[in-house]
């Protein structure tokens, strides 16, 4: 997942340097929403792995 957020953000970055703002707008809010996903996940992981040790 955090593969795809990388993506959005590469996209994005390369939409704003050739001047398409609408898409490179777009491409950030996906990659923002695939970061907040990722992170989210990762931290439930985190937390039912320290519980699983228990």
Do not use: E, P, Q
């Amino acid at each position: 997942m955090l593969h795809y957020t990388v993506v959005f953000l590469v996209i994005a970055l390369i939409a704003a340097l050739f001047g398409f703002g609408g898409i490179a707008a777009g491409a950030v809010g996906i990659a923002k929403i695939l970061f907040v996903i990722f992170a989210v996940l990762a931290i439930a992981s985190f937390l039912a792995g320290l519980l699983r040790r228990k």
